[in-house]
Each structure stands twice: as C-alpha cells, then as structure tokens.
C-alpha cells in the first residue's frame, strides 16, 4: 500500500531533507512544494493521503493554506500536520482548534519522521 504524502515548506534545505527520510519508508510516497500556492495546486491534483504544512511562510501561510484546503471539497478531507518551531502548549492548541491532525516540532529529527507521520495516518 503506497501512502502518499505531500511535504510543504518554504525552505529548500528542509524540503529535502524530509522528502529524503520520509523515503526511508518504502511504502511513502513522497512530493513537496515550496509555496502554499503550489500546495493547494499539487494536494488538488494529487490527493495525498497526509499534508505536512509548514506554519511560517511568505505570500501564504501555513494555517492561510489549511483554511483554503478546508474550503475545496476536492481537498476539504486531507488530514493536515502543521510543522512548526512554534510549539507552545497554547499555539498546539490553536492549530487542533484549526482542525489539524496534529503538529510536529521543528526542527524535526529526520530519523523518526516517518515513524511519527504513520502515527498521524493510522
């Protein structure tokens, strides 16, 4: 069973070093977006299973992008994980509230990541 994941986040660096151990998983499927513009985009024609959104981003940000998610019926049902630094009890609380499945610390550990977004899958 391949699930798919659609990773968002404005950095380069970050993008890749996601994609690249979300991929230890051979059973993820794996794209990313630099922008939340691309992200509607790609989660429209792709439909992944999981998005993981970074928070902080220029033009559109990450909780911008969720409610426009929220909005298409074509994507209104994709579970979203906001990535974030901002990990304060009450801000976790504020992106729950929003509907995320979850929020993940920045920075990550890339060793366990895929581990942690099959939690949010399961």
Do not use: N
Request: aromatic residues 6%; glycine residues 4%.
């Amino acid at each position: 069973m391949t699930i798919r994941i659609l990773y968002v986040d404005d950095e380069a660096d970050i993008r890749e070093v996601a994609a690249m151990s979300l991929e230890l998983d051979p059973e993820l499927e794996v794209r990313t977006c630099a922008s939340g513009a691309e992200a509607l985009e790609q989660a429209g024609e792709w439909r992944p299973d999981l998005i993981l959104l970074d928070v902080m981003m220029p033009g559109m940000d990450g909780p911008t992008v969720f409610t426009h998610l929220r909005e298409d019926p074509a994507t209104a049902t994709i579970p979203v994980v906001f990535i974030t630094a901002r990990t304060q009890a009450y801000e976790v609380r504020a992106f729950h509230d929003l509907g995320a499945r979850g929020v993940l610390a920045k920075p990550f550990d890339p060793m366990s990541l895929s581990i942690r977004v099959r939690e949010f899958i399961e």
